[in-house]
């Protein structure tokens, strides 16, 4: 058949068309069409469309040579235009035989009939909607990874929930300003002697309203308001329990819980129930303060006193024991007795304690014991003794000094109570809390590769839209940059909880002796820009001060934080003046940090060490700072205070222990 003669036209038409016989050979290709294609005219002019244009072997899902076939089927014997579905059909790579290029289309196909109304041509029009097709299943991708690393955090959390609910110590989390039960474990329900539905989602002081004392409903509402943990030790509550009303008392820790907004949302405590120990040393102080009454009383009647006090000693359940002024052993209840195997107290004053203490805690605890003696002191140990079966048992010691009328000392009096399972249960609790920080650590680096892939993912979908769909949708891009800017800050705060995780960690970090003086110009010299930004007036007073033992890194961050913040929250009328100042103070010496910037509220100064706290925001920051200066502070035996005024300036007092403890 003769060309026809607009053939060059139809070639150089705008939009990807291509004309074919009615046997499917091609005619002509329109220059878009052999550009969206990648090839030319010449190989593929006279070419049947399906050995120019094979399947793609590697996709075979596509099924794109059967479908265009059944299209073209179809106008062939209908005569009339086809709109097909979109198709996935790659097209060869001309420079890399054997190798497609991925390519999405929307195609249509036009018979021209002839005057007979036969099908003379039929022109193949395609739309490339690769890039759309593309970024759409780039996005259903990190869409799933997303749920995948969301899924894999709930699951992280559920662990984290169950080791919580085992856990050989009280663990209870309180919700919201009436302190709601959202968690109780095993521990916890057996103390309070209540099943878990019947506290679950329930006001705690409902539950138990024998137990909101004015001192126990203080302490949470001085959690709860002011956003600042608490450890109470001791602490008495009343219990209603195994059907009577009891006095059980508590070693608490009670640590804020914060919703996304930064605001407190409730409690956390982790406790243990200290009941019989407490009650055992009530029990010794009445022992103690019985016996020093008998003793006061005249000589003569000192026998009958001891007696006395014998005889209560042995009736007590916890173990009793009196020296004489020469540590030699005076005196041993019967639980005593029973606790090492003997019949009698002589055949334990024979023996002494020696053989029955622990080998590596023998000469700690007599020197103990002597140097008591010697400065008239409480006697206050924790060690190991023997007891009959062979096991060696962990024992909490206490003694006092007991004295004749005339103020002779009589010698010492004390108890010891087993306190094996209690530092069983200190040290799960230790580990406890080692998890509680290596799942934070895991957590945010686990999170980083997934976050870091859907960060890659929006630039990539970005950068791959083509610009008529995103002019034509006016939220596309505002939506994008607020997704970025969503990951970014999820970035941040996944550094932030590495760098706390980390300083949590760093119980004992490598302590030198310091140069405070040196540590000051270093840092000044790195703020050197900031200081000419600002026009920051800088004043350094350190001279004559000894050295600090600290870790040089962390004493660094710790001066670097606070200079850098005095610099950032400057006052927007005034100069910024600096003015950093050292003096000693009894084995401390104290940095001062004065600044005349934005200052804050007397009401804000107990929060602003808390972490994620920030009270100027027209400056960036994470509110960890601060934060990680007071932990870097206290874990090296310091502390830091701070004095402000709103709008008037802050002052830091940083106290660091001098590295000759023995110095003025």
């Known amino acids: 058949m003769p060309l026809p003669d607009l053939l060059p036209v139809f070639n150089a038409q705008p939009g990807a068309t291509l004309l074919l016989s009615p046997d499917w050979v091609i005619v002509g290709a329109s220059d878009d069409y052999l550009a969206a294609t990648l090839t030319q005219r010449d190989a593929i002019v006279g070419q049947y469309i399906f050995d120019a244009f094979p399947d793609n072997p590697l996709a075979p899902e596509a099924n794109a040579v059967a479908n265009v076939r059944a299209s073209l089927a179809r106008v062939m014997a209908t005569r009339q235009p086809h709109d097909m579905a979109p198709q996935h059909y790659d097209v060869p790579d001309r420079a890399q035989p054997g190798r497609f290029v991925e390519r999405h289309w929307l195609p249509r196909h036009t018979p021209v009939l002839d005057a007979a109304g036969q099908v003379q041509f039929i022109i193949q029009s395609v739309q490339d909607i690769t890039a759309s097709r593309v970024a759409a299943r780039q996005l259903r991708e990190s869409q799933a990874s997303e749920q995948a690393a969301r899924a894999e955090a709930e699951h992280h959390r559920l662990e984290l929930r169950h080791f919580l609910e085992v ?69 008495p509550t009343i219990i209603h329990r195994h059907g009577r009303q009891e006095v059980v008392y508590w070693n608490m820790v009670f640590e804020p819980q914060r919703g996304p907004d930064g605001q407190v949302s409730g409690i956390f405590t982790v406790g243990t129930e200290v009941t019989e120990q407490v009650r055992a040393r009530q029990q010794v102080e009445q022992l103690n303060l019985a016996l020093e009454t ?54 334990y004053a024979a023996t002494g304690w020696t053989p029955y203490l622990h080998p590596d805690e023998r000469e700690l605890a007599q020197a103990t014991l002597v140097q008591a003696i010697a400065q008239r002191q409480p006697y206050v140990l924790e060690h190991r003794m023997r007891r009959h079966d ?48 290596n799942f934070i650590y ?76 040196a540590v000051v110009e270093s840092v000044c010299l790195d703020l050197a820009p900031l200081l000419r930004e600002t026009n920051a007036e800088l004043g350094v007073h350190l001279d004559g001060l000894p050295a600090i033992a600290f870790s040089e ?89 701070v004095h402000s005024q709103l709008g008037a300036g802050t002052t830091f007092f940083v106290h660091l222990p001098h590295a000759d403890s023995g110095q003025p």
């Open 294 to 347: 008998r003793v006061q009383e005249r000589t003569a009647a000192m026998q009958e006193s001891e007696a006395r006090f014998r005889t209560m000693a042995d009736a007590a359940p916890n173990q009793v024991w009196a020296v004489h002024p020469d540590g030699s052993i005076r005196y041993t209840n019967r639980a005593f007795l029973d606790f090492v195997g003997l019949e009698t107290g002589e055949q």
């Open 167 to 235: 856990a050989p110590v009280a663990v209870a989390i309180y919700h919201g300003p009436h302190h709601r039960v959202e968690l109780a474990n095993a521990t916890t329900l057996a103390i309070w002697g209540r099943p878990r539905e019947a506290v679950l989602h329930r006001p705690v002081f409902e539950v138990m309203p024998e137990a909101a004392t004015p001192d126990v409903l203080a302490i949470f509402e001085r959690v709860f308001t002011t956003g600042t943990s608490l450890t109470a030790n001791e602490q």
């Open 442 to 517: 895991t957590a945010s680096h686990d999170l980083r590769a997934p976050i870091s892939n859907i960060e890659g993912l929006l630039y990539l979908l970005r950068h791959e839209l083509p610009p008529d769909l995103v002019a034509a949708h006016d939220t596309i891009g505002p939506t994008l940059a607020r997704m970025l800017d969503s990951v970014e800050r999820f970035k941040r705060t996944i550094d932030h909880l590495t760098d706390v995780s980390k300083l949590q960690k760093e119980h004992a970090p490598a302590i030198s002796a310091v140069d405070l003086a």
């Open 390 to 437: 062979g096991q060696y048992r962990w024992l909490l010691a206490q003694g006092a000094p007991s004295y004749l009328p005339g103020g002779e000392l009589y010698g010492y009096v004390g108890s010891a109570i087993d306190i094996t399972e209690l530092k069983q249960a200190n040290e799960q609790l230790r580990r406890t809390n080692a998890d509680l920080d």
């Open 553 to 641: 890194k962390n004493l660094r961050s710790v001066v670097y934080n606070l200079l850098s913040n005095a610099l950032k929250y400057r006052h927007p009328d005034r100069r910024p003046h600096v003015d950093v100042r050292g003096h000693r103070r009894s084995g401390f010496t104290v940095l001062e940090v004065h600044d005349n910037g934005l200052g804050i509220a007397p009401h804000q100064v107990p929060k602003l060490f808390t972490m994620f706290q920030r009270f100027h925001d027209h400056v960036e920051g994470s509110g960890v700072g601060l934060y990680m200066v007071k932990r870097m502070v206290e874990n090296a035996g310091g502390r830091i205070e």
